[in-house]
């Protein structure tokens, strides 16, 4: 597995490393003792799986307010937006985003660490993406900040994204 850092500290960009033959190939999804060597979590409380039919569905900026969680995020169907926003007060990097590409035929995936929004925006139709979590869910904390937030500025790649109710009133930022 290749580990690759991103611009927001703990966000990590995640490849596999195939071994290929005629028959297909062979590549390691997650390994304890890699993910242990990275500082990254080796325990998810939660497993999760979001099916989106259109493209240009976005989801998010989600976060947990009560207690922070990690999340490690695979495509495994279609390719989708990825965008990570850093709501740690405590680092220079509060309020900055970076995003990744996830695409199911890249086997890539995307770890988010604990104190950052969460949001994706599917450039296929029938999109899946995979969530492994640290913590378990608490409904109580869950919250979000608009995914246009001009603050944040995000280029999203396709105009006027699928929105559910719910996020399209989340908060700003500011």
């Given at each position: 597995m290749?580990?690759?850092?991103?611009?927001?500290p703990g966000a990590i960009a995640i490849e596999i490393e195939a071994?290929?033959?005629?028959?297909?190939?062979?590549?390691?999804?997650f390994d304890a003792e890699a993910f242990?060597?990275?500082g990254l979590p080796t325990h998810f409380a939660q497993h999760s799986l979001s099916r989106n039919e259109r493209a240009g569905t976005?989801?998010?900026l989600h976060y947990q307010a009560g207690r922070p969680e990690?999340?490690?995020v695979r495509c495994v169907a279609g390719r989708a937006f990825d965008v990570i926003v850093?709501?740690?007060r405590s680092l220079p990097t509060y309020g900055q985003w970076c995003s990744v590409e996830l695409a199911a035929d890249r086997h890539n995936a995307v770890f988010i660490p604990a104190g950052c929004a969460?949001?994706?925006q599917t450039l296929v139709d029938r999109t899946e993406l995979m969530y492994f979590i640290d913590v378990p869910y608490e409904a109580q904390g869950a919250a979000g900040i608009r995914w246009d937030d001009p603050s944040l500025a995000i280029a999203w790649p396709l105009p006027d994204p699928i929105l559910s109710a719910r996020d399209r009133a989340l908060p700003y930022l500011a």
């Amino acid at each position: 597995m290749k580990f690759t850092p991103l611009a927001l500290p703990g966000a990590i960009a995640i490849e596999i490393e195939a071994e290929t033959d005629a028959r297909g190939f062979f590549a390691r999804l997650f390994d304890a003792e890699a993910f242990a060597a990275q500082g990254l979590p080796t325990h998810f409380a939660q497993h999760s799986l979001s099916r989106n039919e259109r493209a240009g569905t976005l989801r998010g900026l989600h976060y947990q307010a009560g207690r922070p969680e990690a999340k490690l995020v695979r495509c495994v169907a279609g390719r989708a937006f990825d965008v990570i926003v850093d709501l740690r007060r405590s680092l220079p990097t509060y309020g900055q985003w970076c995003s990744v590409e996830l695409a199911a035929d890249r086997h890539n995936a995307v770890f988010i660490p604990a104190g950052c929004a969460h949001g994706f925006q599917t450039l296929v139709d029938r999109t899946e993406l995979m969530y492994f979590i640290d913590v378990p869910y608490e409904a109580q904390g869950a919250a979000g900040i608009r995914w246009d937030d001009p603050s944040l500025a995000i280029a999203w790649p396709l105009p006027d994204p699928i929105l559910s109710a719910r996020d399209r009133a989340l908060p700003y930022l500011a």
